[in-house]
């Protein structure tokens, strides 16, 4: 009798779901496929240099795992699948200076991309990237 007691609730807290839960939970599913989608994104660009593990290849490449560059310099990071990077840059306390191309990205792959990266390996973004804010970006 109590399974049904409690069947009978969930179904009615179910049935009494506002458009906007429905909407929380889309928007859930919507930053999943983002996750995968940049991983896809990832792999096809990214993982030849920063390597699957994201730990990067010392002294050459720097690591995207628990940078502290990523989390310090959401713009810089942006900028740099946008538009490439150039000169010195320091992560987690050691120098680099390699140059890495624009990857030809649209601002929707920047965006997948830059979330999977800021939400894999020990980095967490609370602040989802944009298609918008990336379109933003200017040299």
Known sequence: MKNISFILCLLIFICSCNSSDKKIAENLISVRQDFSEGKEIYNDFCIQCHMPNGEGVPKTFPPLANSDYLKNNRIKSIKAIKYGLS??????GVKYNTTMAAQGLSDKEIASVMNYITNSWGNKNNSLITEEEVS????
Do not use: M, W
């Open 87 to 92: 000169g010195e840059i320091t992560v987690n």
């Open 136 to 139: 933003k970006i200017e040299r």
